[in-house]
């Protein structure tokens, strides 16, 4: 839903789209699926590759805290580059060191070193959980050290690195693709032009090779010099994007690899490609969206055997488990001992959300952090990179463990003045309309405010606690509260805010929602959160964003139309919330229905509208925390057990 009556610009104001209370229009009869995207711009973000440019910038919200009503200006590469920077100041300040010690609890405050045993020139020794080093020193309590870093080596073990010919066209396509000649344990370095194909001042010129890898070897591609911006995708053999790899000639962005671990083995692919430009058919070299820009790159792409250390902790169910890696390391990740990655990182660090009192780690090259499931053993697996690391390998107990005072959600519905800055906007004084501004927008009069603010304190209330009560969380300990029925209490330990109402105009951020922190264990419980009104009560016709509108699901005599807004505006305000206790985006492009689905798309799920895309209706269902994939536009990679999450955040003093 590009906004085409809305200008954004870094560091500067923006005009809203719509002013609060504007008429509604009404709602066409056939709602159009398309959401404002394009095929091409659809098939990109199925790929995990983003739309922005690579050079455009960290501009507008933050795509990680931000509920985004559109994807086409959100650049995730420099938004990752920047956030790095950012978390590597925020892990040495004075609060985040005071708040390790804070929580530890019992436990030993040492930290633990622990050396890998492997030799550092030694491959496949405690490369799975099957193999991983138990480390029974690691955990809380006492006698135990919940602070340790582990140190070792990763072996290098590439084979020679073997020039291939420039590739003849056309190698457009995966039945085209030039063969690299490695059939496993090889490794190419590949020049070529983009623009030389038989379609490169047409539809675009698209470079295809494969490889084979072996069983249990790592499939990677590197971009290290070209003339021009390069995306290159590895892409298994059945044409899904796996991982994506880019490179900037002017240094602008960090280069990224792209990797994956080929299970079974097989054929792969490296498709390296214009970023300004997209390819429909993997099958078809025609099948470009039209030539852009032309020029020459190196890559390299290969299958081998790769060294990755895997030590193994013990956790209790609700343990907070934080991991930050150093020096040659590039990922790090938490895996059940017999399932794969439930959280990985890859070449990013956004511990900068992380609030000031939060004792996880980071500052590294790559970190994560993990609420447990369940009792057991977990592996901690460093890996992608050759030489030395230090993973600094931390647990903790959520945060509301430690007081006997409930977290209270405070819905304020009654507008607000506040100072942007802390979701990262400009830094001044914003004076927010309250709900009730925006009752015109769905044709709904003053008398109607109190059922709706009932039925959004609900909708929030079933999915924060009600839901939760079913993960047998001990002393469950969380109410929500709002501003029509009891008194402020915000600016008080234990009290938590979002603010309902105020337009884009008002707070000078472009979005539906943001958050000001995501706090996996919820240490700071004092967070704040808008969810903004204009975009959802704007009318449909002449709007260009009308698939954010609530007015655009709804239907003249088709449900309780109070009861139906209110389900929609809980859950935006049930996402922010899950932000601000703990829990990333997770995937807005596959079939599952989750509350921390990413914006920019899907947004009938998450107002409840079912597969008909119109509210009141039999198919609407339920969305709620659950366990989804992570957003493929974000740099994580697993499964996140978004509802775990939520209800430890609640998890009272015992």
Known sequence: ???????????????????????????????????????????????????????????????????????HKTNFA???????????????????????ARWSGASDRAVLSYREKEAATVIGANDTTWK?????????????????????????????????????????????????GIDGNGRVKITGRIGDGPYGTSTGDFDWYKLTAKPGE?????????????????????????????????????????????????????????????????????????????????????????????????????????????????????????????????QSDTTAYYPPNSPLPGGGNAATAYVAEADGWYGVITETGIGAYR??????????????????????????????????????????????SFLKGWGLTQADLPALTDAITKTVTENLRDDMRRKNIPNLNVRIVNGRTSPDTFGRPNVSRVIVGGTIDESQIPTVGIAEHIDPGNYG???????????????????????????YYLRPGVGNKVQLIGRAVGNVVAHEVGHYIGNWHTDNSNSVKSIMDSGGRGFWRMFNAGPDWVLGTADDGDT????????????????EDTANVTAWAFSGKR
């Open 218 to 346: 790592t499939v990677g591609a590197a971009i290290p010099s070209s003339s021009l911006d390069v995306f290159g995708l590895l892409v298994d053999g059945h044409g899904t994007v796996l991982d994506v790899a880019w490179h900037t000639p002017d240094g602008s962005l960090p280069e990224k690899t792209a990797s994956t671990t080929s299970a079974a083995g097989g054929t792969y692919y490296l498709l390296l490609l214009d970023p300004d430009t997209w390819q429909m058919d993997f099958s078809d070299s025609a099948s470009g969206t039209g030539a852009a820009n032309s020029g020459n790159y190196t890559a390299e792409f290969g299958a081998y055997r790769t060294d990755r250390d895997a030590v193994l902790v013990k956790l209790r169910r609700g343990d907070v488990l934080g991991t930050s890696v150093t020096g040659a390391a590039g990922r790090v990740s938490v895996q059940k001992w017999d399932s794969p990655y439930v959280t990985a990182s890859s």
């Open 525 to 551: 419980r004092e967070d704040t959160a808008l969810v903004l009104q204009d975009l959802m009560s704007a009318p449909v016709k002449g709007n260009p964003s009308a698939v954010v509108s609530l007015n």
């Open 78 to 100: 420099a938004w990752v580059a920047k956030v790095a920077k950012i978390s590597a100041a925020a892990a040495t300040t004075p609060e985040r060191q005071a708040a390790k």
């Open 624 to 639: 709620d925390f659950t366990t989804d994939r992570y957003s493929l536009n974000e740099p994580f990679f697993g499964r």
């Open 1 to 71: 839903m590009k906004r085409t009556a809305m200008l954004v610009c870094a560091g500067a104001g923006l005009i809203a789209v719509v002013a609060p209370g504007a008429a509604n229009a009404g709602n066409a009869g056939s709602p159009d699926r398309s959401e404002g995207l394009s095929a091409a711009e659809s098939a990109r973000l199925d790929a995990g590759v983003q739309l922005a440019p690579l050079r455009s910038g960290a501009t507008g919200p933050s795509p990680f805290t931000a509920y985004l009503p559109d994807l």
């Open 132 to 180: 991983g080093e138990k480390v029974s020193a690691f955990g809380l309590g006492a006698g135990l050290h919940n602070r340790m870093v582990v140190s070792g080596t990763l072996a290098d073990k590439r084979p020679a690195l073997r020039s291939l010919p420039m590739a003849k066209e056309d190698n457009g396509s995966i039945p085209k693709a030039a063969a690299t």
């Open 391 to 436: 993973n600094a390998v931390e647990v903790y107990r959520p945060g509301g463990e430690s007081t006997s005072a409930p977290q209270t959600i405070y819905l304020d519905f009654d507008g607000a003045s506040i100072n942007t800055s802390i979701f990262g906007g400009p830094d001044m004084q914003a004076k927010l309309s309250p709900l009730s």
